[in-house]
């Protein structure tokens, strides 16, 4: 793949980006009046009609770096075609969402229709609104295919393709779906694909499809914001919750995203905060596509304090002057470490990410000074120094009283018959029960024997050589049960014959046994 370096153009305002009157009115109706650095290099390249290969990290605009020219070149060329023209790819129904509100916001002043295409919710209210017309839509690579499948979708008139977090979708497994979705477009498009990393697939990917793109970069791979100030706080794993809540109340965080490494751990982090007093909520795989939203937009009204969230949020989210980032587990790869901690510090806002790091996280974090090249502060709060956890008290070990002496059951007192049709075994440990030759051990041998099971005695020798020979004798018409009749049962004689040599102490012992 051929790519141009594109050249930094150097430019205070978007008039000077060449976009139309319309879309500079709606940018600045959300209070932006200069163009971040993506969207100075990336959107006169779009506008162009060149395909792009774009570095950007989270939170550095880039939304609007191919938003706004896209809804230019859409609208110059008529708006009225009710014809999929633009087609924008996202990994996560949460970034789904999000962009699709972006482009809503900045074509305010345009007749473009949007819509926007994800799992979790209903396919028919997505269909009747394809149906209606649409010119731009923006879609996660699963659901779109099941409309793709049921032919409620036409994708050959898209002018515009747009890949957005291309490394997280590599990462999530949708490149085959990507490929699928290219074979339905048509040949001749402007392609655009941003991506924080650009791994050795991504690029063998964007060299399938993409035609000469230009190439602009922003940032050093994995470099996170520079407005953030990572603070780790060492703390026992058990003591996590405790400081986290600490740290909540004593500075009055009134927004903080929290990241967990478990959709289990979530539920229960925002449970147990919800106990101590702080407003919180948990998003993650498993809550249906309107509870996510909801919770998302209780966080955004900042009706919750905290948001619990697995990595599925960590691209996903964009919350404008995000305060607090919070690692309660580290992520096991160090690049999720940086899109968490990029969920702050946006639109040049200054940012704080905080990680509770347990004793065997300490590799963790050590890989991620290494990816980052920088060391990240580590900063004890007083009460909340490792080793100061609790430790839980141990159960004592359950020992038979001594001095009681130990009485031998007979056989008539546990006759085989009963024990097979479910007489309850003893309620304590199997290697505890009480077993018939305990009160006689040979000398030198340990009192137990192997699997709890005591050595036996002279007379269990005797009773098992005898089982032995008569199973040598008769080795399969014991196996044979009488007919069951109608009349009182009676206690029958033990089984004389077994198998294997488990069963036959089994037998002797008087200790059902589960095959």
């Known amino acids: 793949m051929q790519a141009d370096r594109q050249e930094i153009v150097i430019t205070t305002t978007f008039e000077g980006l060449g976009l139309s009157a319309e879309l500079v009115r709606a940018v600045a109706d959300q209070g932006y009046t200069e163009p971040t650095p993506i969207q100075a290099q990336a959107i006169p390249v779009v506008l162009a009609g060149r395909d792009l290969l774009a570095a950007a990290q989270t939170g550095t605009g880039k939304t609007a770096g191919f938003t706004l020219p896209m809804l230019q070149r859409l609208g110059a060329t008529g708006e009225n075609l009710r014809a999929i023209r633009a087609l924008i790819l996202v990994p996560t129904r949460e970034l789904a969402a999000q962009v699709q509100e972006s482009v809503r916001t900045y074509g305010a002043h345009q007749r473009l229709r949007s819509t926007v295409i994800f799992g979790g919710v209903g396919i028919n209210p997505q269909i009747a609104e394809l149906r209606r017309g649409i ?63 650009f791994p050795d697939e991504i690029r063998k990917l964007a060299a399938g499809f993409m035609h000469d793109p230009a190439t602009v970069e922003v940032a050093r791979r994995n470099t996170p914001a520079e407005l953030v100030a990572q603070i780790a706080h060492p703390v026992d794993a058990a003591r996590k919750r405790e400081l986290l809540s600490h740290l909540v109340k004593s500075n009055d965080w009134r927004q903080v995203l929290v990241f967990t490494r478990t959709k289990h751990g979530a539920n229960r982090l925002a449970e147990q905060l919800e106990r101590d007093g702080i407003e919180a909520d948990a998003i993650h795989g498993n809550k249906s596509q309107n509870a996510r939203t909801r919770a998302l937009k209780r966080f955004k009204d900042n ?58 996280e300490r590799p963790l974090l050590a890989a991620i000074e290494r990816l980052m090249n920088r ?86 020798q005797a009773q098992l050589q005898e089982a032995r020979r008569r199973a040598r004798e008769e080795p399969r018409e014991e196996f044979q049960e009488a007919p069951r009749s109608s009349e009182p049962q009676v206690p029958r004689e033990p089984r004389r014959t077994v198998v294997t040599h488990k069963k036959q102490r089994a037998v002797l012992l008087g200790t059902p046994r589960r095959d």
């Open 375 to 460: 060391a990240v502060e580590k900063r004890v709060i007083p009460g909340f120094e490792p080793g100061t956890a609790p430790s839980r008290p141990r159960e004592p070990e359950r020992r038979p009283r001594q001095g009681q002496p130990r009485r031998e059951p007979s056989r008539r007192e546990q006759p085989r018959s009963q024990q097979r049709r479910g007489q309850p075994r003893s309620e304590q440990p199997r290697g505890e029960q009480h077993r018939p030759g305990q009160g006689a051990h040979r000398p030198g041998r340990p009192n137990g024997g192997q699997r709890g099971i005591p050595y036996p005695n002279d007379e269990y």
């Open 135 to 197: 010119d731009i839509v923006v879609a996660t690579p699963g659901r779109l295919l099941d409309h793709a499948q049921q032919k409620t979708i036409d994708l050959r008139q898209v002018e515009i393709l747009v890949l957005d977090e291309a490394d997280r979708m590599l990462d999530m497994g949708f490149i085959p779906d990507i490929r699928r979705i290219l074979a339905l477009l048509p040949q001749r498009r402007q392609n655009l694909l941003f991506s924080a990393t």
């Open 303 to 360: 009706e919750l304090r905290v948001l619990v969230a697995t990595d599925i949020a960590a691209r996903g989210l964009d919350i404008e002057f995000l305060p607090h980032v919070v690692n309660y587990d580290l992520p096991h790869v160090a690049e999720d470490y940086v899109h968490r901690i990029g969920r702050t510090g946006r639109a040049g806002s200054t940012g704080e990410a905080v990680s509770l790091v347990g004793h065997e």
